[in-house]
């Protein structure tokens, strides 16, 4: 079977094959290992110890700020998943856990580039082959219509690929857009894309407004240490109302307005600072290169857009295996829904990173079992056809090479800006999603490429297809829930309690899934 991606939700699938018995090959868009959210820096992980008050406390906190669309159900689920593979992590992956005073490991965060070069050599002792720079471009499927193989081109050979398989897990990451937040080169949603053109839907994508607090200039969006923050105005008064949790629009609107906004961590005490270097020394390698004491000094700050990096929608899957509503295909971490374990919001590590372990463990698990349920010799032989359009195969004249630039930026205009996409109004998102619909026809009748521009203009089409779900979606939920906040909708409506289903590529379409039952 194939794993397709390279971050913790794709090491842990490919793990979880290895070990049910099936051959499996992970294919990277970048250096496995190397390449994603996590491994560029530091992450917190939702793990708590099986006791009855510590998991009632930890399923509670956060069920209001999504908007109550969480399952308990899943919830318990993750946290029993989360707490044994990282107890495993610690024996088996020997992860070297700081240790507390009392002696016992501190089981609550990870470092991303050395968590992620164990699981890199893990998934290599496993027998797993790794593909690196192979990104994918399309799914293949059979005359059912069940996901089969895949297609990709290998960057540094120069040469497309193919993997046949019996089952395919899709773990590419969310999609920040390009924006420029560190660690989200590679998350341009191009598993979303994949499934959709397989006949998957997606759940949740009206929550994908999330944008992070950076340095200006920088990329570093760590937003967890700026609970500890002032912030001011370019002339050195407070910013009233502003704040890392629940005060974030008003940072926006004085951006917006033309000010800067400036920061200072001046409510972090010396246990504080000491506790923050160690939990996560890369959000400090920026402010000690620029010669900036974080504690003592403002500094000015930007908002750069995560999209459903942080935000919760993805992929819609239909049971326990983390499937999808296409046989055969699986997905996993950020590509996925997280609206069973956090509803409508969410944030930087916690429960994305114990999501991306437990997911990617069900999925590989599931879709080893759905190989070894063919038919022998049926996934090496059996008939398939490409399901990529926009992009790869153009329903009109190919345009002339290069036009993924054009297609990125005009998605980018409709999505980074904060009065279009993070202070969201009903006439605001028609318009946007009136221009990406018709960006979305030109380019499926001629964008195209080859070679390396056959993985730019994917994904420049997964990335307008991302958009045109998320506001599609917005659109339909006309009420404020979790992060899907709405300016002519601002109060919760009791009779909206339900998720919001999408899909489609030429014509998006919504529908209200069941209601969730708190």
């Known amino acids: 079977m194939l794993v397709v991606g390279g971050g913790p939700a794709a090491t842990w699938a490919a793990l979880g094959a290895a070990r049910a018995g099936a051959s499996v090959v992970l294919a990277d868009k970048g250096y496995c290992g190397t390449s994603g959210a996590t491994a560029a820096g530091g992450t917190g992980v939702w793990y708590v110890p099986p006791e009855?008050?510590?998991?009632?406390?930890?399923?509670?906190?956060?069920?209001?700020?999504?908007?109550?669309?969480?399952?308990?159900?899943?919830?318990?689920?993750?946290?029993?998943?989360?707490?044994?593979?990282?107890?495993e992590l610690a024996t088996e992956g020997r992860y070297p856990f700081p240790t507390g005073p009392d002696g016992q490991l501190l089981l609550g965060g990870l470092q991303g580039p050395e968590y992620m070069r164990r699981m890199r050599v893990r998934i290599r002792r496993a027998g797993v082959r790794v593909l690196d720079h192979?990104?994918?471009?399309?799914?293949?499927?059979?005359?059912?219509?069940?996901?089969?193989?895949?297609?990709?081109?290998?960057?540094?050979?120069?040469?497309?690929?193919?993997?046949?398989?019996?089952?395919?897990?899709?773990?590419?990451?969310?999609?920040?857009?390009?924006?420029?937040?560190l660690g989200t080169n590679t998350n341009t949603g191009d598993g979303a894309l994949f499934?959709?053109?397989?006949?998957?839907?997606?759940?949740?994508?009206?929550?994908?407004?999330?944008?992070?607090?950076?340095?200006?200039?920088?990329?570093?969006?760590?937003?967890?240490?700026?609970?500890?923050?002032?912030?001011?105005?370019?002339?050195?008064?407070?910013?009233?109302?502003?704040?890392?949790?629940?005060?974030?629009?008003?940072?926006?609107?004085?951006?917006?307005?033309?000010?800067?906004?400036?920061?200072?961590?001046?409510?972090?005490?010396?246990?504080?600072?000491?506790?923050?270097?160690?939990?996560?020394?890369?959000?400090?390698?920026?402010?000690?290169?620029?010669?900036?004491?974080?504690?003592?000094?403002?500094?000015?700050?930007?908002?750069?857009?995560?999209?459903?990096?942080?935000g919760t929608g993805g992929i819609r899957i239909t049971g326990d295996d983390c499937a999808t509503a296409v046989p055969g295909l699986y997905a996993a971490g950020d590509a996925a829904t997280r609206e069973e374990i956090c509803g409508g919001f969410t944030g930087g590590g916690s429960h994305n990173a114990a999501w991306a372990m437990s997911s990617g463990s069900w999925a590989g698990t599931g879709a080893a079992a759905h190989s070894r349920s063919l038919a022998s010799g049926r996934a090496a032989f059996r008939p398939v056809t490409g399901a990529g359009g926009a992009g790869l195969r153009p329903t009109g004249s190919p345009g002339p090479t290069g036009g993924h630039r054009a297609a990125v930026e005009l998605v980018q205009g409709e999505v980074l800006p904060y009065d279009k996409n993070y202070l969201r109004s009903g006439p605001v998102l028609t318009a946007s999603l009136r221009a990406l619909d018709a960006a979305w026809a030109e380019l499926r009748t001629s964008l195209h490429g080859e070679g390396?521009?056959?993985?730019?203009?994917?994904?420049?089409?997964?990335?307008?297809?991302?958009?045109?779900?998320?506001?599609?979606?917005?659109?339909?939920?006309?009420?404020?829930?979790?992060?899907?906040?709405?300016?002519?909708?601002?109060?919760?409506?009791?009779?909206?309690?339900?998720r919001i289903v999408t899909g489609g590529l030429d014509r998006v379409w919504t529908r209200p899934a069941e209601r969730v039952v708190a």
């Open 52 to 87: 009855p008050a510590a998991r009632e406390a930890a399923m509670a906190s956060r069920e209001g700020l999504g908007g109550h669309l969480a399952d308990r159900r899943w919830m318990s689920r993750v946290l029993d998943e989360t707490y044994d593979r990282m107890n």
């Open 134 to 181: 192979s990104p994918v471009t399309e799914l293949l499927t059979d005359a059912d219509g069940a996901v089969a193989d895949a297609a990709g081109y290998r960057r540094q050979a120069r040469e497309h690929y193919r993997v046949r398989a019996g089952a395919v897990v899709l773990a590419t990451g969310g999609c920040a857009f390009l924006s420029g937040a």
């Open 195 to 310: 499934a959709a053109e397989a006949g998957a839907e997606l759940s949740g994508m009206e929550f994908s407004n999330s944008y992070g607090i950076a340095p200006e200039g920088t990329s570093v969006t760590k937003t967890a240490f700026y609970a500890f923050a002032t912030f001011y105005r370019e002339d050195g008064e407070v910013l009233e109302g502003a704040a890392s949790l629940g005060g974030r629009s008003v940072i926006a609107r004085s951006l917006l307005d033309g000010g800067r906004v400036f920061a200072r961590l001046d409510r972090a005490d010396a246990a504080a600072q000491t506790a923050m270097r160690l939990a996560q020394p890369n959000f400090f390698l920026t402010f000690d290169r620029l010669g900036i004491d974080p504690f003592t000094d403002r500094f000015a700050i930007t908002l750069l857009a995560e999209g459903t990096v942080r």
């Open 452 to 498: 390396a521009d056959l993985v730019k203009a994917r994904q420049a089409a997964a990335m307008t297809a991302h958009a045109r779900w998320m506001y599609a979606a917005a659109l339909a939920r006309t009420e404020s829930r979790g992060m899907a906040r709405r300016l002519d909708h601002p109060e919760q409506d009791p009779a909206q309690h339900h």
